[in-house]
Nanobody
Framework: QVQLVESGGGLVQAGGSLRLSCADPERTFKSYTMGWFRQAPGKEHEFVAAISWSGGNTYYADSVKGRFTISRDDAKNTLYLQMNSLKSEDTAVYYC????????????????WGQGTQVTVST
């Protein structure tokens, strides 16, 4: 069982920043696309961002474009999501996902995902 471990969530005021991390300790997904999804209470999983295996290509949901930045450091086996100018509507559990062959926006296109980390943005 592959383990992806998210960290970095927390409570932040609107306009603030957080950086999420996702560790891939088994170095399983260095050749695959990785992504971030989120799920707010009572809602479906929502695509946030994806990054190609090389890091050279990224794709963002319109709702976060210009505010969030996805990156990966394969030397550290870690995926990141830098979140700036946070809004109350960004409140959700954030999941990292791995194992896609494309910059997929559907969670079912990824083979594995973590347990999630809570992000709460207060107004």
């Amino acid at each position: 069982q592959v383990q992806l471990v998210e960290s970095g969530g927390g409570l932040v005021q609107a306009g603030g920043s957080l950086r999420l991390s996702c560790a891939d300790p088994e170095r399983t997904f260095k050749s695959y696309t990785m992504g971030w999804f989120r799920q707010a209470p009572g809602k479906e999983h929502e695509f946030v961002a994806a990054i190609s295996w090389s890091g050279g290509n990224t794709y963002y949901a319109d709702s976060v474009k210009g505010r969030f930045t996805i990156s990966r450091d394969d030397a550290k086996n870690t995926l990141y999501l830098q979140m700036n100018s946070l809004k109350s509507e960004d409140t959700a559990v954030y999941y990292c996902a791995a194992g896609s062959r494309t910059l997929a926006t559907q969670l079912r296109e990824y083979s594995d995902w973590g347990q999630g980390t809570q992000v709460t943005v207060s107004t």
